[in-house]
C-alpha cells in the first residue's frame, strides 16, 4: 500500500480505506456506481476507453504513481494497477469505493479532491476520467488539479464530445455540458496546462448516440428511460456489431499507439503538462 502520508495528512483509515473528515455534495448520482460495476467487465466502451486510457500513458509518462479522481468503481484504477503502476483511486461515492476494493484496488481514498486535503505540487500525474463534465465551474476544477501537481506534473482526462449530441441521458448522468476537442484543449491552457497530445476516440458512436439518444430527446421520447438501460443496451460485448466495432477499436488504439489523432468521435482524450 502506498504511503499516502506524502500526500495528504487529512485522512483517517478504516477497513483499508481511506476517508475524508469531510463529506461534500457530488453532482454524479452514487447509485449508478453499483449499476455500471455490473457492466463496465463486458462493456466495449468501458473496456476500449480504458486502453487508449493506459497505452497514452505508457507512451508518454514516466512516473510509476498515478491518482485516478473521481474513479467510479476503479474500473480504470485497476487497468493501471495491472500495468504495474502503482495507483490511487479517490472516489466520493462510497459504493464505489467497495466496489473498487471487490476488484482488488490497493489504494483507495473515499473522499472529493477538495476533502482530501492533499498537498499542493506533490502528485506526480493524475486522471479525471468522464468527471469534468460533471463540474459546474470546469475552469477552477482543472486550476486546482494543476496546483496539485508537482512541477512537469501530467493530467489525463476524457470527456464526451460534441453539445449537438446532448440527450437527457446527459441530463440523467449529472453532466453540465460536452466539448470539442479544441475547448477541451483551449480550457486547459486557460488552467496552465501544455498539451501533449490529444484525440477524440469511438469515431463511429456520434451517429448512433444522434440516432437513437438526441432525437428521441429532442422530441420527447423515452423519457422514462434510465441512463443506465441505454448504455446497458449500447455498450455490450454482445452486440451485433461486436465483430466490427472490435475491428474499428482495434484500428484507433494503433493510431493512439503511434501518437495519431482520430479526428472525429464521442469523447475527447488529453494529455496535459503542468507548466
Known amino acids: 500500500m502506498l504511503n499516502l502520508s ?27 456506481n453499483e449499476d455500471y460495476y455490473s457492466l463496465e467487465d463486458n462493456s466495449f466502451w468501458f473496456s476500449h476507453r480504458n486502453n487508449c486510457i493506459i497505452e497514452t500513458y505508457i507512451k508518454n509518462c514516466t512516473s510509476t504513481t498515478f491518482f485516478d479522481i473521481g474513479g467510479g468503481n476503479g474500473f480504470v484504477t485497476r487497468g ?7 495507483t490511487v483511486l479517490l472516489e466520493p461515492g462510497l459504493k464505489g469505493c467497495l466496489n473498487a476494493k471487490k476488484r482488488g484496488i490497493v489504494n483507495v481514498i473515499c473522499s472529493t479532491l477538495e476533502n482530501a486535503g492533499f498537498e499542493q505540487d506533490s502528485i506526480p500525474s493524475l486522471g479525471v476520467f468522464d468527471v469534468v463534465e460533471h463540474i459546474e465551474n470546469d475552469l477552477e476544477f482543472l486550476k486546482s488539479l494543476h496546483l496539485y501537481l508537482e512541477k512537469d506534473g501530467k493530467l489525463m482526462l476524457t470527456v464526451p464530445s460534441f453539445n ?11 453532466h453540465f455540458r460536452r466539448y470539442k476537442l479544441k475547448e477541451i484543449e483551449n480550457i486547459l491552457k486557460k488552467a496552465g496546462f501544455e498539451i501533449t497530445y490529444s484525440t477524440y476516440i469511438f469515431s463511429v458512436l456520434p451517429i448512433p448516440v444522434f440516432i ?41 488504439l494503433m493510431r493512439v499507439k503511434s501518437g495519431k489523432r482520430i479526428l472525429f468521435g464521442g469523447s475527447c482524450l488529453v494529455l496535459a503538462k503542468k507548466k
Do not use: C, M
Not at 80 to 86: A, C, D, L, P
Open 164 to 174: 449537438f449530441l446532448w440527450s437527457k441521458d446527459d441530463v440523467a448522468a449529472g
Open 6 to 32: 506524502k500526500y495528504t495528512n487529512n485522512l483517517i483509515e478504516k477497513d483499508s480505506i481511506f476517508f475524508s473528515e469531510h463529506n461534500s455534495e457530488i453532482s454524479y448520482p452514487e447509485e449508478e
Open 80 to 86: 493501471f494497477q495491472n500495468s504495474g503502476i502503482e
Open 212 to 252: 437513437f439518444r438526441t432525437i428521441p430527446t429532442l422530441l420527447g421520447l423515452n423519457k422514462n428511460k434510465n441512463v443506465f438501460e441505454s448504455h446497458n443496451k449500447n455498450h455490450s460485448k454482445k452486440s451485433i456489431f461486436e465483430k466490427i466495432l472490435n475491428k474499428i477499436w482495434a484500428l484507433e
